[in-house]
């Protein structure tokens, strides 16, 4: 635990200028702590993990690289990886080397060592099982559980967790008297048979939670457990190179305003595998290039812990200089053109040439009207010599009755409006289309059109949008629909169980 008092995060950082003659380059030490005097750890369960970063053009770790020393050594002890682990209370200091720099140092403060208070189920046994997948849905986390055991999806039911753990099948599964010999470690260390495998070694720090919690009585939260309010993730975005790693470190913060290192107890996925991996500690790391070929895009990490996520961007650039990047002011249109162009630029990743009038013309009356241009349209088009052809033809396929057409079609389809040989429900139909081509003709603004639809009541003759509820006439399908549908988030796992891979939970759900 930090013992700093709750506020904006000041990162603690260390700087020093690179000793290599020739080379203008700086080093950084991150701490993320609050305090800019030192790093203060509280207790020894508390855990920080330092993050050394490199300066030269661009930004580059090297915490995978850098050695660690403790003065005095009883105080602590540095992980390879930057992980610093107290030892003992007192004060001292923190000596990171990296090949070729001059030595940096951080200030240490210990307290509280030993006088730690007793592990709390809710906040800090439950994340062991999401974190090594007990509670997974392939393992103890399904429907049924897994060989007579079952946990909550994902933790998200932990008094639940603590009945099954604790009181069924007569409580054989922990033993208060040799926490060793209990059934939960020796089924995760694969002392015995386990049909998931080894999940845990031996003298991990979660083997020695978990057992610390047994010899403590294996005691619930109290009524009022610690609960995380959010959580960060430093850095949250980095341009990375081939074989390039970047170390991520985790902070929960806690209502209460106190705030603990979470790295090794959080998951991480990467959404872009073929470009980078991340591992349990939270190192991630791009991959080489593949035959020969230069790789780019955005690799993104969700990092979880409990029911908060965080993400990292990373950002592989092409290795090869930008030689036709076209100026800003010709590529950006629009505030959509000034993000495509940062990314591109961050990327290395030139835009594809400016297509020519007739390509422009057959993809722009496509998208919006849904047909090709006609002869006459073509050209009248392609003889007009302005600068402001293109949008002045945009702004005239808006104002056609082609789009009002087009896209009440589309929204009709979205918004399930299906026609019926019922008489009685045809009329509705008709009535519901029209209307929604209405308002695309007016160009009614978007949050309108959502409230006119969500709050319609009465007659179809006075207000269409109410056949919506006839074919959306389930509250949970309403619900679900809604928010895919106007706030492109999908809820319907969060019925049943908090969402695996979201932060929305079953209270979300049923509020919405």
């Given at each position: 635990?930090?013992?700093?008092?709750?506020?904006?995060?000041?990162?603690?950082?260390?700087?020093?200028?690179?000793?290599?003659?020739?080379i203008?380059?700086t080093?950084?030490?991150?701490t993320?702590?609050?305090s800019t005097?030192?790093?203060?750890l509280?207790?020894?369960r508390?855990?920080?993990?330092?993050?050394?970063?490199?300066?030269?053009?661009?930004?580059?770790?090297?915490t995978?690289i850098?050695?660690?020393?403790?003065?005095?050594s009883?105080?602590?002890?540095?992980?390879?990886g930057?992980?610093v682990?107290?030892?003992?209370?007192?004060?001292?200091?923190i000596?990171?080397?990296?090949p070729?720099?001059?030595?940096?140092?951080?200030?240490?403060?210990?307290d509280q060592?030993?006088n730690d208070?007793?592990?709390?189920?809710?906040?800090?046994?439950?994340?062991?099982?999401?974190?090594?997948?007990?509670?997974?849905?392939?393992?103890?986390?399904k429907?049924?559980?897994?060989n007579?055991?079952?946990?909550?999806?994902?933790?998200?039911?932990?008094h639940?967790?603590?009945?099954?753990?604790?009181?069924?099948?007569?409580?054989?599964?922990l033993?208060?008297v040799?926490p060793?010999?209990?059934l939960?470690l020796?089924k995760?260390?694969?002392?015995?048979?386990?049909?998931?495998?080894?999940?845990?070694?031996?003298?991990s720090?979660?083997h020695?939670?978990?057992s610390?919690?047994?010899?403590?009585g294996?005691?619930?939260?109290?009524?009022?457990?610690?609960?995380v309010?959010?959580?960060?993730?430093?850095?949250?975005?980095?341009?990375m190179?081939?074989g390039?790693?970047?170390?991520?470190?985790v902070?929960?913060?806690y209502?209460?305003?106190?705030?603990e290192?979470?790295?090794?107890?959080?998951q991480?996925?990467?959404?872009?595998?073929?470009l980078?991996?991340?591992d349990?500690?939270?190192?991630?790391?791009?991959?080489?290039?593949?035959d020969?070929?230069?790789?780019?895009?955005?690799a993104g990490?969700?990092?979880?812990?409990?029911?908060?996520?965080a993400?990292?961007?990373?950002?592989l650039?092409?290795?090869?200089?930008?030689?036709h990047m076209?100026?800003?002011?010709?590529f950006?249109?629009n505030?959509?053109?000034?993000?495509?162009?940062?990314?591109?630029?961050?990327?290395?990743l030139?835009?594809s040439?400016?297509?020519?009038?007739?390509?422009?013309?057959r993809?722009?009356?496509?998208?919006?009207?849904?047909?090709?241009?006609t002869?006459?349209?073509?050209i009248?088009?392609?003889?007009?010599?302005?600068n402001?052809?293109?949008?002045?033809l945009?702004?005239?396929?808006?104002?056609?009755?082609?789009?009002?057409n087009?896209?009440?079609?589309?929204?009709?389809?979205?918004?399930?409006?299906?026609?019926?040989?019922?008489?009685?429900?045809?009329n509705?139909?008709?009535?519901?289309?029209?209307?929604?081509?209405?308002?695309?003709?007016?160009?009614?603004?978007y949050?309108?059109?959502?409230?006119d639809?969500l709050?319609?009541?009465?007659?179809?003759?006075?207000?269409?949008?109410?056949?919506?509820?006839?074919?959306v006439?389930?509250i949970?399908?309403?619900?679900e629909?809604?928010?895919?549908?106007f706030?492109?988030?999908?809820?319907?796992?969060?019925?049943c169980?908090?969402?695996?891979?979201?932060?929305w939970?079953?209270?979300?759900?049923?509020?919405l």
């Amino acid at each position: 635990m930090v013992t700093t008092p709750k506020g904006a995060l000041h990162a603690l950082c260390i700087v020093i200028y690179c000793a290599v003659p020739g080379i203008a380059a700086t080093l950084e030490i991150s701490t993320g702590s609050q305090s800019t005097d030192a790093l203060h750890l509280s207790g020894a369960r508390a855990r920080r993990q330092l993050i050394v970063t490199e300066t030269h053009d661009t930004i580059h770790d090297v915490t995978s690289i850098t050695t660690w020393r403790v003065e005095p050594s009883s105080l602590a002890i540095v992980e390879q990886g930057g992980m610093v682990i107290p030892q003992s209370n007192g004060t001292g200091t923190i000596i990171a080397t990296v090949p070729n720099h001059k030595d940096i140092t951080v200030p240490l403060v210990i307290d509280q060592f030993g006088n730690d208070p007793p592990l709390d189920f809710v906040s800090q046994i439950v994340p062991i099982f999401t974190k090594h997948g007990c509670n997974g849905g392939g393992c103890h986390g399904k429907s049924g559980g897994q060989n007579g055991f079952r946990l909550s999806l994902l933790g998200f039911e932990p008094h639940e967790d603590y009945e099954h753990l604790v009181k069924e099948s007569r409580g054989r599964r922990l033993s208060l008297v040799a926490p060793s010999t209990s059934l939960l470690l020796l089924k995760a260390a694969a002392s015995v048979p386990h049909g998931g495998g080894k999940l845990i070694e031996p003298d991990s720090p979660s083997h020695q939670m978990l057992s610390q919690w047994i010899s403590e009585g294996a005691r619930p939260s109290g009524p009022n457990p610690p609960q995380v309010s959010h959580i960060d993730v430093f850095p949250k975005e980095r341009t990375m190179h081939a074989g390039h790693s970047q170390q991520l470190r985790v902070l929960a913060h806690y209502a209460d305003g106190h705030i603990e290192d979470v790295t090794r107890l959080a998951q991480y996925e990467t959404n872009a595998p073929d470009l980078a991996d991340v591992d349990a500690l939270g190192m991630v790391k791009a991959h080489e290039h593949k035959d020969g070929q230069s790789q780019c895009g955005t690799a993104g990490v969700m990092i979880r812990f409990q029911s908060h996520v965080a993400v990292f961007r990373g950002t592989l650039p092409l290795d090869t200089p930008i030689e036709h990047m076209p100026p800003r002011d010709t590529f950006v249109q629009n505030v959509i053109d000034d993000h495509v162009y940062t990314h591109l630029t961050k990327l290395r990743l030139p835009p594809s040439a400016i297509c020519d009038d007739a390509t422009f013309l057959r993809r722009v009356t496509l998208d919006i009207a849904g047909r090709l241009p006609t002869p006459n349209e073509t050209i009248d088009f392609l003889n007009d010599d302005t600068n402001t052809k293109r949008g002045a033809l945009v702004d005239r396929l808006l104002d056609s009755d082609d789009y009002t057409n087009y896209f009440a079609l589309k929204w009709s389809a979205i918004l399930r409006n299906k026609r019926t040989n019922d008489e009685l429900h045809r009329n509705g139909t008709y009535a519901f289309h029209e209307w929604i081509r209405h308002s695309l003709a007016e160009n009614k603004p978007y949050c309108d059109f959502v409230y006119d639809i969500l709050t319609a009541t009465g007659d179809v003759s006075t207000t269409p949008p109410v056949i919506w509820y006839r074919q959306v006439s389930d509250i949970n399908q309403q619900a679900e629909d809604a928010s895919q549908l106007f706030m492109g988030v999908r809820l319907q796992c969060a019925r049943c169980h908090h969402h695996p891979f979201e932060k929305w939970g079953t209270d979300d759900y049923f509020q919405l």
